[in-house]
Nanobody
Framework: QVHLRESGGGLVQPGGSLRLSCAAS????????GNWYRQAAGRERELIAQ????????YYADSVKGRFTISRDNYKEILYLQMNDLKPEDTAVYFC?????WGQGTQVTVSS
């Protein structure tokens, strides 16, 4: 049975940091690109970061470039998203995705 479970979300002040984790099980984690999406209230879900299988290529949306870092541990089967210098506009539900599998999402709220 496939499981993707995000953790690490929460409430943080502007300029703060959070590290999201996505723990995977039930499929071959190391065979798939890792993706982080987010969906803000009233907006469409958007891809914000992607990492290749071997972590030798990555993609970032312009809105997070230079502030967020995606990484993965293929041995532990965990996908990470390090988020620094958070802004109120980063408030959203964050989802991990590998292959056709989605996590349930974790809420990130950036507010003073």
């Amino acid at each position: 049975q496939v499981h993707l479970r995000e953790s690490g979300g929460g409430l943080v002040q502007p300029g703060g940091s959070l590290r999201l984790s996505c723990a995977a099980s039930g499929f071959t984690f190391a065979s798939y690109y890792g993706n982080w999406y987010r969906q803000a209230a009233g907006r469409e879900r958007e891809l914000i970061a992607q990492v290749s299988v071997a972590s030798d290529n990555s993609y970032y949306a312009d809105s997070v470039k230079g502030r967020f870092t995606i990484s993965r541990d293929n041995y532990k089967e965990i996908l990470y998203l390090q988020m620094n210098d958070l802004k109120p506009e980063d408030t959203a539900v964050y989802f991990c995705k590998l292959s056709d599998y989605w996590g349930q999402g974790t809420q990130v709220t950036v507010s003073s």
